[in-house]
């Protein structure tokens, strides 16, 4: 029997099978899936945006890919995970409403995938795969027995990365 961890927004948590791990309702956020293949322990945070140093009130170090990267990694080096054994999955970072100027600020989704990738590539993380961009929300499921990530989104097909 396999319970089903859930992910908040600007939260994460680990888990090891038969649980499966999941967050809903990924707009411009980012669901970022870190895997250690051998030890079979996931670890998703599910990130807002993309920088902690340019915000004041950052003290929830999940809600920044730079710092949520960086704290899931050591929760799951707490059941033993190994970080030169992780791989990662990301999905997420649309631009949820047309704008009619290009306005920085309104990039999130973007900024937030952008982040993501750079962080995982200074950490020496492989990005196995994706599903980022586009205009619609996503709701990911990983299972760590697998090591398959499903994706679902409103009027669209299943993806399982």
């Not at 079979?40 to 920044?64: E, R, W």
């Amino acid at each position: 029997m396999n319970n089903t961890i859930k992910v908040g927004m600007a939260d994460a948590n680990v888990c090891k099978p038969p649980d499966v791990i999941t967050t809903l309702g990924l707009g411009s956020c980012v669901g970022i899936v870190l895997y250690d293949p051998v030890k079979k322990i996931a670890g998703l945070v599910h990130i807002m945006l993309p920088d902690s140093t340019k915000i004041i009130n950052n003290s929830n170090k999940y809600k920044f890919a730079d710092t949520g990267i960086d704290t899931i990694i050591q929760d799951m080096a707490s059941l033993g995970a190994i970080k030169r054994n992780l791989v990662a999955k990301i999905a997420g970072g649309a631009q949820m409403f047309s704008f009619n100027n290009n306005l920085e600020m309104m990039r999130i989704g973007e900024r937030n995938v952008e982040a993501t990738k750079n962080k995982l590539k200074k950490l020496g993380i492989p990005l196995l795969a994706e599903d980022t961009g586009a205009n619609y929300g996503r709701t990911i499921e990983f299972y760590p027995e697998t090591g398959l990530l499903h994706i679902r989104s409103v009027g669209k097909d299943r993806k399982i990365l």
